[in-house]
């Protein structure tokens, strides 16, 4: 059954249970396809990527209403009501899908509140490079699983920076090392291409600088391509595997 995710943030577990490890995360508006019940929980996969695991059934519903808009802001905070003085502490984040239920001045109407209507554009909207919105994350906290502006992993960041600019990317590095073919030179490195070593990636911002979620600093973070391949090497014993270019950026 596809069923759609009604939390701002939703959490994929490994097991039926929320002291599982998290696998992955999954964001207001994306669909989840469910497999079988095991309590309250859903075994299923992401609609978008295909990656399995288990989702508390309290963050699903089913919504036949088309999602048309999504979310460009890190964040955007709700409103009861279409009036800055109605504004809540709740937010919805970076590349949630939502439909629009009504227009009133500066605010447009979603299933979980009112948002203000500059924090949303229609979901072929793309930015001129898929790394114009890499400064939303910077100095985002690392977060093994995540998936969000709050938190996320290396291969997310990849995906949904990409995901925004409607270029699929499978969820973890291994895949999406295997998913991008062509392979080039660290000397031709440019803008966008990714770099790979066993279970991390980053992305180069040009043939000097990358930008990756980087456990070991516990932070989305720039820096120069040379000294990252140095620092993993000296602290894992882990050589860079391959750099690879997405096609058609």
């Given at each position: 059954m596809l069923l759609t995710v009604k939390?701002?943030?939703?959490?994929?577990?490994?097991?039926?249970?929320?002291?599982?490890?998290?696998?992955?995360?999954?964001?207001?508006?994306?669909?989840?396809?469910?497999?079988s019940k095991f309590g309250k929980f859903y075994k299923g996969y992401k609609a978008y990527d295909k990656y399995k695991g288990f989702i508390d059934a309290k963050d699903l519903h089913l919504d036949k209403r088309k999602k048309t808009y999504k979310i460009i802001s890190k964040n955007c905070n709700l409103y009861k009501k279409p009036n800055n003085k109605y504004k809540t502490n709740k937010k919805i984040f970076f590349n949630?899908?939502?439909?629009?239920?009504?227009?009133?001045n500066n605010f447009i109407q979603t299933t979980v509140g009112w948002i203000l209507k500059k924090n949303a554009k229609?979901?072929?909207f793309k930015t001129k490079h898929f790394l114009?919105?890499?400064?939303?994350?910077?100095?985002?906290?690392?977060l093994w699983g995540g998936n969000s502006p709050e938190g996320l992993d290396c291969s997310a960041l990849v995906q949904?920076?990409?995901?925004?600019?409607?270029?699929?990317?499978p969820r973890d590095s291994k895949d999406q090392k295997k998913f991008f073919k062509k392979e080039i030179s660290l000397k031709k490195i440019k803008k966008g291409d990714l770099l790979f070593w066993k279970g991390h990636v980053a992305i180069a911002l040009n043939n000097k600088?990358?930008?990756?979620?980087?456990?070991?600093?516990?932070?989305?973070?720039?820096?120069?391509i040379k000294e990252t391949i140095k620092k993993i090497y000296s602290k894992s014993k882990l050589p860079l595997l391959c750099v690879k270019r997405i096609k058609n950026l």
């Amino acid at each position: 059954m596809l069923l759609t995710v009604k939390s701002p943030i939703a959490n994929i577990y490994k097991k039926n249970n929320n002291k599982s490890e998290i696998v992955t995360q999954i964001l207001l508006g994306e669909n989840f396809i469910t497999q079988s019940k095991f309590g309250k929980f859903y075994k299923g996969y992401k609609a978008y990527d295909k990656y399995k695991g288990f989702i508390d059934a309290k963050d699903l519903h089913l919504d036949k209403r088309k999602k048309t808009y999504k979310i460009i802001s890190k964040n955007c905070n709700l409103y009861k009501k279409p009036n800055n003085k109605y504004k809540t502490n709740k937010k919805i984040f970076f590349n949630s899908k939502i439909s629009i239920l009504d227009n009133k001045n500066n605010f447009i109407q979603t299933t979980v509140g009112w948002i203000l209507k500059k924090n949303a554009k229609p979901l072929n909207f793309k930015t001129k490079h898929f790394l114009d919105n890499v400064k939303l994350y910077l100095n985002t906290k690392y977060l093994w699983g995540g998936n969000s502006p709050e938190g996320l992993d290396c291969s997310a960041l990849v995906q949904e920076l990409l995901k925004f600019n409607n270029i699929y990317s499978p969820r973890d590095s291994k895949d999406q090392k295997k998913f991008f073919k062509k392979e080039i030179s660290l000397k031709k490195i440019k803008k966008g291409d990714l770099l790979f070593w066993k279970g991390h990636v980053a992305i180069a911002l040009n043939n000097k600088k990358l930008v990756h979620a980087f456990g070991a600093r516990k932070k989305v973070v720039m820096m120069g391509i040379k000294e990252t391949i140095k620092k993993i090497y000296s602290k894992s014993k882990l050589p860079l595997l391959c750099v690879k270019r997405i096609k058609n950026l």
